[in-house]
């Protein structure tokens, strides 16, 4: 297709925490980029990912959740979400069916009445309710705000999901593709792999630890023959009893965290790793700007 018929453009996925974003992107670019979990407030960073087809191409970034905040990583999180909503293409708005609207959805749509993009309201988990109340859910959220467009979808099964996209091209500009068309995403290898590994912390772990564990690499090493990668990598917690949990009994539960990491790294770098985890503890490195900053979390980078 010649470039003057492409559309390009960037799309923002918003939504209450634990709504299914990261699992719906990562549906649509049929590849993982996102890390997903049952747990609240996965996605702590802007996650850029792209879609090519001959229509053209779509940059998908997403979003921590919008939420009231409550430390200082909350208020980072928050205000990378608010700020991407003017700069913007279109706004994807995630939320579940459900014939009550949440105060957090209700502080979303005030969010979106100061914004002019476009946005649609992409109802998810669409398989755990019957066909015949969706159009009571349609009618539920119609009232809150003025959608483009509201569809119906299972990020999980993939219903609806060719619709997204094509209801997203309607909205995008004519104009030239930002990446490669073999481009997946612009995140540096080394974040996505700390990130793989938080996954697994956050699936493996009770309730109390996640929030407060992050996850970086100390090195990543391709071997001579290029058949092995050496990665050694730190999850810091926030406290000593937090660190005992994170280990386990004789270590069993690093064991699986790490099992669980190497066999999803793998999948993705197509090569043979060699993974070493390491705990720490870093009290309160929520609320601490330079330890913020040292996790990638830093807000001059909103």
């Not at 993982?32 to 191409?57: D, F, H, L, M, W």
Request: with cysteine.
């Amino acid at each position: 297709m010649e470039e003057s018929q492409l559309k390009s453009g960037f799309v923002t996925l918003i939504g209450r925490p634990n709504v299914g974003k990261s699992t719906l992107m990562n549906k649509l670019i049929g590849q993982k980029i996102a890390i997903t979990s049952n747990k609240p407030q996965t996605t702590r960073n802007k996650i850029q990912t792209v879609y090519t087809s001959e229509q053209g191409q779509i940059v998908f970034i997403d979003t921590p959740g919008i939420h009231k905040a409550k430390n200082k990583l909350g208020e980072y999180m928050v205000s990378v979400a608010q700020k991407n909503l003017n700069e913007v293409d279109v706004i994807l708005w995630l939320v579940e069916p459900s014939n009550f609207v949440g105060a957090g959805e209700k502080h979303i749509a005030e969010q979106l009445e100061r914004v002019k993009t476009p946005v649609i309201l992409i109802i998810n988990k669409v398989d755990t309710v019957k066909k015949e109340e969706i159009l009571a859910f349609i009618d539920t959220y119609r009232k809150i705000y003025d959608f483009d467009e509201i569809i119906p979808v299972s990020a999980l099964k993939g219903t609806n999901t060719d619709e997204v996209i094509s209801e997203i091209f309607k909205y995008l500009p004519y104009g030239p593709m930002f990446y490669d068309e073999d481009t997946v995403t612009d995140q540096p290898m080394r974040q996505i792999v700390s990130e793989l590994i938080r996954e697994k912390a956050l699936r493996c772990l009770d309730e109390e630890v996640p929030h407060g564990i992050a996850v970086y690499i100390d090195q990543m090493k391709e071997r001579k023959a290029g058949k092995m990668i050496d990665i050694e990598a730190t999850i810091v917690c926030e406290r000593d009893s937090h660190k005992g949990i994170v280990i386990g009994k004789q270590g069993q539960m690093l064991k699986k965290i790490g099992s669980a990491a190497r066999y999803e790294i793998e999948k993705m770098m197509e090569v043979h790793v060699n993974l070493k985890l390491w705990v720490k503890v870093r009290k309160e490195w929520r609320d601490n700007e330079t330890q913020l900053k040292n996790f990638g979390y830093n807000r001059k980078d909103i």
